[in-house]
């Protein structure tokens, strides 16, 4: 599995933006997709997920409602809309994909990040 993200760059306090994750491979290792980002020196928080299969999306506490994921199946591509940004917001956000999901979810392909700089 193959996954590709890209959407990142530099925008202004309380802008938004979008990014996006295409995935390649055996379909059924990446039946969940979902986004983490990643603070300079911590562990990588997660955002929320989406179940390939269903309209479930899964939500981490961090997002706020700031965020949104959205899925395009016939692009086999899932998406993070990011609204109100803040500086905190600035991060390595990263797309990952698994076979299945659970809590404390640990997937095991993952994208190559992709920096989002927030400015005040």
């Known amino acids: 599995v193959q996954l590709q993200a890209s959407g990142g760059g530099l925008v202004q306090a309380g802008g938004s933006l979008r990014l996006s994750c295409v995935a390649s491979?055996?379909?059924?290792?990446?039946?969940?997709m979902g986004w983490f980002r990643q603070f300079p020196g911590t562990e990588r928080q997660f955002l929320g997920a989406i179940d390939w299969s269903s309209p479930n999306i899964y939500y981490g506490d961090s997002v706020e409602g700031r965020f949104t994921i959205f899925k395009d199946n016939a692009k086999n591509s899932i998406y993070l809309d990011m609204n109100r940004l803040e500086p905190e917001d600035t991060a390595v956000y990263f797309c990952?994909?698994?076979?299945?999901?659970?809590?404390?979810?640990?997937?095991?392909?993952w994208g190559q990040g992709t920096l989002v700089t927030v400015s005040s």
């Open positions: 491979g055996r379909a059924f290792s990446y039946s969940f």
């Open positions: 990952a994909a698994d076979y299945r999901f659970g809590s404390f979810w640990s997937p095991r392909f």
